[in-house]
């Protein structure tokens, strides 16, 4: 599996840009929508969260290859704890990170998913999902005063 091979490699700093300007970030987006394994999703989200997590411009650049809307649809209630637990920390990095990606993960209903009364059968999940959705009202405050101080004369 490509996929573990370059979390391994994204373990070295040094590597994220390498990996990013390599042309990785569409065929991981490619993995979250294809229906992979537990197992290949947990080192696509690493990967991601890896990535999204050196810089702004990295995690646009992941936002705007269309990350979000299959990770917010891998919140829902058919996918493992442990699934819905590493995308939400993925998200968390990646939306959280540049008003890009929490642009589109609030235009695909992100906020609502992991609001779901059934989001975190487990406590490891819940607390995944409260961490996510803390840093995302953050991000939502911040947008909000950032919109109200533009619009001053």
Not at 30 to 50: E, I, M, N, R, T
């Given at each position: 599996?490509?996929?573990?091979?370059?979390?391994?490699?994204?373990?070295?700093p040094?590597?994220?840009?390498?990996?990013?300007?390599?042309?990785?970030?569409?065929?991981?987006?490619?993995?979250?929508?294809?229906?992979?394994?537990?197992?290949?999703?947990?080192?696509?989200?690493?990967?991601?969260?890896k990535?999204?997590?050196?810089?702004a411009?990295?995690?646009?650049?992941?936002?705007?290859?269309?990350?979000?809307?299959p990770?917010?649809?891998?919140?829902?209630?058919?996918?493992?704890?442990?699934?819905?637990?590493?995308?939400?920390?993925?998200?968390?990095?990646?939306?959280?990170?540049?008003?890009?990606?929490?642009?589109?993960?609030?235009?695909?209903?992100?906020?609502?998913?992991?609001?779901?009364?059934?989001?975190?059968?487990?406590?490891s999940?819940?607390?995944?999902?409260?961490?996510?959705?803390?840093?995302f009202?953050?991000?939502?405050?911040?947008?909000?005063?950032?919109?109200?101080?533009?619009?001053?004369?």
């Amino acid at each position: 599996m490509a996929v573990v091979a370059l979390w391994g490699i994204a373990l070295h700093p040094e590597n994220i840009g390498i990996i990013a300007a390599a042309g990785a970030i569409p065929s991981l987006v490619q993995l979250l929508a294809s229906g992979s394994p537990p197992d290949v999703l947990k080192c696509a989200f690493g990967l991601l969260q890896k990535l999204s997590s050196a810089n702004a411009e990295i995690a646009a650049a992941i936002a705007a290859a269309g990350a979000i809307p299959p990770l917010v649809q891998l919140l829902g209630p058919s996918s493992a704890p442990e699934v819905q637990r590493w995308e939400a920390h993925t998200l968390t990095v990646l939306a959280g990170m540049h008003a890009v990606g929490f642009a589109a993960f609030t235009s695909v209903g992100g906020m609502s998913a992991l609001e779901r009364p059934e989001f975190g059968s487990d406590d490891s999940t819940e607390q995944s999902a409260l961490m996510a959705l803390a840093t995302f009202r953050r991000c939502s405050v911040a947008a909000n005063l950032a919109a109200a101080a533009a619009a001053r004369p």
